[in-house]
């Protein structure tokens, strides 16, 4: 399983970027897609996910401005950044949980190669 993110890229305080996210690979069962950042000198962060059959999450920081959705048949996760801040500037990771196979006990998490978005001010 692979997760092959795009959309990265530099971008002026304001504007807006979209981030997508394909899982590649046989799986069995997504439950959640989401995505992660990292600014420099930072711990990483959760900005928001989505459970299969329920409606998104997103952390506080980004409310209002970043919209998470999946597509589960062409197995995709897509984070549309609205109004964009200096502060939003980070690699962003996409993250995934997933049974591998029917019968499976365990979730496994996955993550993707990470897409620098800069926002200058």
């Known amino acids: 399983v692979q997760l092959q993110a795009s959309g990265g890229g530099l971008v002026q305080a304001g504007e807006s970027l979209r981030l997508s996210c394909k899982v590649t690979?046989?799986?069995?069962?997504?439950?959640?897609m989401g995505w992660y950042r990292q600014a420099p000198a930072k711990e990483r962060e959760w900005v928001g996910n989505i459970m299969q059959d329920d409606n998104p999450s997103v952390a506080d920081s980004v409310k209002g401005r970043f919209t998470i959705s999946r597509d589960d048949v062409q197995r995709t996760v897509t984070l549309q950044m609205n109004s964009l801040k200096s502060e939003d500037t980070a690699v962003y990771y996409c993250?995934?949980?997933?049974?591998?196979?029917?019968?499976?006990?365990?979730?496994?998490?996955?993550w993707g190669q990470g897409t620098l978005v800069t926002v200058s001010s």
């Open positions: 993250n995934v949980r997933l049974m591998l196979r029917e019968g499976d006990v365990m979730w496994r998490d996955f």
């Open positions: 690979g046989a799986t069995f069962r997504i439950r959640s």
